[in-house]
């Protein structure tokens, strides 16, 4: 079993085997500030700091009938159903930083939880629906201090290679970005959160637009045997002479879509940009005799 998930398991154990689906993000949250190496990573979401990660694992569990998701009436709790003792496997800081957690929030309502994360990580509340309805004007003033403002033309390239969902969704939130372009031709991931639909939603929940452009990407079959950098630059020189050429017209529209979001990113699998094809899209772009916008890999 994952540690992450044995840590959801523990966390439910500690706080009496029930917590609401809202509840348990928060304490995850909380959890996780005290960890030196993460179980999870959090976006600043609807209602505040959210995993995605965590909610996944959730579900996975549930369909194992491990943990149920119990409704009534506008309330849904998540329910510890397995009958170990996963607290007892955790390594000691991580037990020691779910008790202290527990001691933390100890006896605060749903609605002070999420208040009490509001005021002491402005950062996670930027994007919540309720912040207002629960935070003093003083207290707002804090959160929206952490909103990137800056309307500056730019143009971003980023990978997801080696990272979560979350970090990854932060970093497009730390530098503003209003559209992401998927320029994969096949949008679909092995890794969660990557393929098409689950990162539209994803990003569409944080108030990034998603669209994909399969046009500018590479046929997976060419993408066997990379085994060497002369062996990416081949099938980049390649993809240049021919994709690029014979689909200006999408580069075209990624300069339009710029002046009209102002702030963009190109995304692809790769971590450096110089083993993906969105630095030759990149490149492809500098050469536009329109073109006169900042470029920066994430």
């Given at each position: 079993?994952?540690y ?9 154990e500690?706080?009496?085997g ?9 304490v ?120 990137k ?64 452009i ?50 963009i ?29 900042k470029?920066?890999?994430?």
């Open positions: 079993m994952y992450r998930r044995k840590i959801l398991f523990a966390t439910l500690v706080f009496g029930t917590l609401s689906h809202t509840k348990l993000q928060k995850l949250f909380l959890v996780t500030r005290k960890q030196q190496n993460k179980s999870f990573d959090f976006v600043p979401y609807k209602f505040g700091s959210f995993s995605f990660q965590a909610n996944q694992d959730l579900t996975i569990l549930t369909k194992k009938g491990l943990i149920s998701s119990q409704t009534s009436g506008d309330a849904s709790d998540w329910v510890l159903e397995s009958k170990d003792n996963y607290f007892q496997t955790l390594k000691k800081e991580d037990q020691a930083a779910i008790k202290q957690t527990f001691k933390e929030v100890e006896g605060l309502s749903q609605r002070e939880l999420v208040r009490y994360t509001y005021q002491h990580y402005p950062f996670f509340a930027i994007n919540s629906q309720i912040a207002e309805e629960l935070l003093t004007a003083k207290e707002m003033s804090k959160v929206k201090a952490q909103r403002t800056t309307e500056e033309l730019a143009f971003f390239t980023i990978g997801y290679e080696g990272i979560s969902l979350e970090k990854y969704l932060n970093k497009l939130i730390i530098n503003n970005v209003k559209l992401l372009c998927d320029v994969r031709k096949n949008a679909l991931s092995m890794k969660y959160g990557f393929s098409k639909n689950q990162l539209k939603n994803a990003c569409e929940g944080i108030g990034i637009k998603y669209v994909h399969p046009e500018l990407g590479i046929h997976s079959e060419k993408r066997t045997h990379l085994n060497t950098m002369n062996d990416y630059k081949k099938l980049f020189d390649e993809y240049e002479k021919t994709a690029l050429v014979e689909n200006k017209d999408q580069l075209h529209k990624l300069l339009d879509l710029t002046h009209e979001y102002q702030r990113a190109i995304t692809c699998f790769e971590r450096v940009p110089c083993m993906c094809h969105r630095s030759r899209v990149a490149n492809a772009l500098k050469k536009l005799p329109a073109w006169n916008i470029q920066r890999d994430l």
